[in-house]
């Protein structure tokens, strides 16, 4: 499998525009997850889903963000308008269906976004 | 909610040398990982080791859930285990991760 597939690597935009982040996560797991990194704030978990519907948004930091995964082999993130403050790493993970936190968590590489 | 404390927040070796990682947490859980994040920035599981003890190659892991810690130990440190070590513990279905440990190995 060629494991968690995120893109783009690397996103600049300008402050105000829509940012949309991709996932495709590992074939056969149920659970998905975006996480944020920075450097203030370490990793934060902003969303997850189990068998494509949404469980916990309640780390997603305003309603500026939104989450969506319309079958088991896709989700986006998307920023809408984007600001400065949201310059991150955003990851995604998926995990298999044994409790979701009861299986070993895999990471994508991450997308690097700057808002200018 | 639960919190996760990692010691030491930093760490310089030399290589060759052992080190032990600590990770303490505030309440019960019922899942623990640990992660490496490589100078490239990419999050590689290492353990999922929410009781007793694993190894893999140069590295073991040990948890004891009842005291609330885990102990991630590296052996004959390489230049290549540079990075950062989290901890990352689960509840429910979601992990909390703490703030992690920057390992720097110097030949």
């Known amino acids: 499998d060629a494991g968690v597939i995120q893109s783009p690597r690397h996103e600049v935009t300008e402050m105000g525009q829509e940012v949309t982040l991709r996932c495709k996560p590992i074939?056969?797991?149920?659970?998905l997850f975006w996480y944020r990194q920075t450097m203030m704030r370490g990793l934060e978990l902003l969303i997850y889903f189990n068998n494509n519907v949404p469980i916990d948004d309640s780390g997603m930091p305003e309603d500026r963000f939104s989450a969506k995964m319309p079958n088991a082999s896709f989700s986006t993130l998307k920023i809408q308008p984007s600001e400065p403050r949201d310059s991150a790493v955003y990851f995604c993970a998926s995990a298999y269906a044994t409790g979701g936190g009861n299986s070993p968590l895999h990471f994508g590489n991450g997308t690097r976004l700057t808002v200018t | 909610g639960i919190q996760v404390e990692q010691s030491p927040p930093d760490l310089i070796l030399q290589e060759g040398a052992n080190s032990t990682l600590r990770c303490n947490f505030s309440?019960?859980?019922?899942?623990l990982q640990w992660f490496h994040q490589n100078p490239w920035g990419q999050l590689i599981n290492l353990f999922y080791?929410?009781?007793g003890t694993k190894q893999n190659g140069r590295l073991s892991a040990t948890t004891v859930a009842t005291e609330r810690y885990s102990l991630l130990y590296i052996s004959s440190s390489q230049t290549t285990d540079s990075g950062v070590y989290f901890c990352?513990?689960?509840?429910?279905?979601?992990?909390?991760f703490g703030t992690g440990t920057r390992l720097q190995v110097f030949p």
């Open positions: 074939s056969g797991h149920d659970y």
């Open positions: 309440d019960s859980v019922n899942n």
């Open positions: 080791i929410p009781s």
């Open positions: 990352a513990v689960g509840v429910t279905d979601k992990l909390i």
